[in-house]
């Protein structure tokens, strides 16, 4: 039990030092402690000492499935820094269960991360060929979420994030601008979760993953070929989504180009020229979003490791350290991650170590700044876990319905939640309070 004798201060600092694993078992403790470790004083708490600590998360692709590791992020966390600083990876999951297998539906990466969860489309041999569903998941307990069923016309385009403010995950799911279809989103968490349609101003194709930053969702657009109020618009365009009004905002480039966080700003990333042993890129960064002003900034990373293999920026750190990776992996060769300090312009080659043996060129998936967040351990916000079959939740069951537009052209195919059908005993014994009823008034 919780001493009364200890300050309620003290207590959630010892509590917040404890493992995310640690705190989400100790909520079975009693009720107390349930209610203690449940608390948003100790979420907030916990969230800023895990954020002072960031860590990369590694997905690594084999056989539809993907192993999931993560390492320090910023270079001052290891203990020294030389030519050959190796790092051994620590494991967390294997992802999804083995009767499920994740879906590469498009853009490159098959997930989608925000605020500690990370989000898939995955397949299951039950489900139909149109049954792949959207899967949230904690990379750290393995719990996960599978979300209602919703059929998208030709191609898939989903988005994650989080609303800092209210705590909330949100889906985007964006429609293809070539056919039918309306745009939807999903508030996980919330009773009864369905698929609310949502409206967007301009017509493009989506043309990137997104990028989840303080509240605002960010992707690559591209409206080209896409006709909006009879007008063409040429070139790209970086959608802003406001995740917690669910407004969107757009700003328009000439050309296409990698999104990050740049120490919690949008940064924009350009590769120039690959040679080598050099990459030259431009870094664009967003410091005003409503006057679209921006501070740009031009490298040339050397390195004779850099063109081994397919390298991508993953982020920059709070230090200003810009993280790139590999993007594949083979056991027969290192793998490396590079940090590039502007300021001093050195790059720091880092050997990652702990992926396996038997890799044959698998695909990697890194994310930056990847944090312990409790509010993403709520029981009520995932309800399984890949440590116990599992299980379809009948009260969870819906039906099939289909809408159409005002021109009679198919617009929506997803699940509705049954209506449960009423007694008939109970609608027997109401038809004759209702008569009863209409006697008294007649009388009167």
């Not at 431009?282 to 679209?292: M, Y």
Request: aromatic share 14%; glycine share 6%; hydrophobic share 35%.
């Amino acid at each position: 039990m919780i001493s009364d004798s200890i300050p309620s201060e003290l207590n959630l600092d010892i509590l917040s030092r404890l493992p995310a694993k640690s705190i989400a078992r100790f909520h079975c403790v009693s009720k107390l402690w349930a209610s203690i470790l449940g608390g948003q004083d100790l979420k907030d708490l916990f969230l800023t000492k895990s954020s002072a600590k960031p860590r990369l998360l590694f997905g690594i692709e084999e056989n539809d499935k993907w192993s999931i590791y993560s390492s320090p992020q910023h270079l001052s966390q290891y203990e020294k820094l030389s030519p050959s600083v190796v790092v051994t990876l620590e494991f967390h999951i294997k992802f999804p269960p083995e009767d499920m297998e994740i879906y590469s539906y498009t853009h490159g990466c098959p997930g989608a991360y925000a605020s500690g969860l990370v989000y898939f489309y995955v397949d299951k041999e039950q489900w139909s060929y149109l049954g792949r569903r959207p899967m949230v998941c904690n990379p750290k307990t393995g719990r996960y979420e599978v979300l209602p069923y919703i059929r998208r016309y030709r191609k898939t385009y989903s988005f994650f994030g989080f609303d800092p403010i209210y705590k909330q995950f949100k889906v985007l799911l964006m429609r293809y601008p070539f056919g039918p279809g309306d745009h939807r989103i999903m508030t996980l968490g919330t009773m009864g979760m369905r698929w609310r349609k949502i409206k967007c101003s301009l017509r493009h194709e989506c043309v990137s993953s997104g990028i989840c930053i303080n509240g605002v969702l960010y992707y690559l657009g591209d409206s080209s070929d896409c006709m909006n109020n009879s007008k063409q618009i040429k070139g790209f365009v970086i959608v802003c989504f406001d995740v917690r009004s669910e407004k969107f905002k757009f700003i328009y480039q000439e050309s296409s180009c990698k999104l990050i966080n740049y120490k919690g700003k949008l940064g924009l990333v350009y590769y120039d020229d690959k040679s080598d042993n050099a990459i030259k890129l431009r870094v664009w960064v967003l410091e005003d979003v409503e006057k679209q002003e921006w501070s740009k900034y031009a490298y040339t990373l050397k390195d004779d490791r850099l063109c081994l293999r397919d390298v991508f920026v993953v982020g920059v750190s709070s230090k200003g350290e810009m993280v790139l990776s590999m993007a594949k992996y083979t056991s027969k060769q290192p793998f490396y991650v590079f940090y590039f300090n502007p300021e001093t312009n050195t790059l720091q080659r880092v050997e990652i170590q702990g992926f396996g043996e038997g890799h044959e060129y698998s695909d990697v998936y890194v994310f930056a700044d990847h944090v312990d967040d409790l509010n993403a351990n709520d029981s009520k916000l995932l309800k399984s876990s890949i440590y116990v079959p599992y299980i379809y939740r009948e009260e969870s069951e819906e039906e099939e319905k289909e809408e159409f537009d005002e021109n009679g052209i198919w617009c929506f195919f997803g699940k509705r939640k049954k209506k449960k059908k009423m007694n008939l005993n109970l609608k027997k014994s109401m038809r004759i309070k209702m008569k009863m009823m209409m006697i008294k008034k007649k009388k009167i």
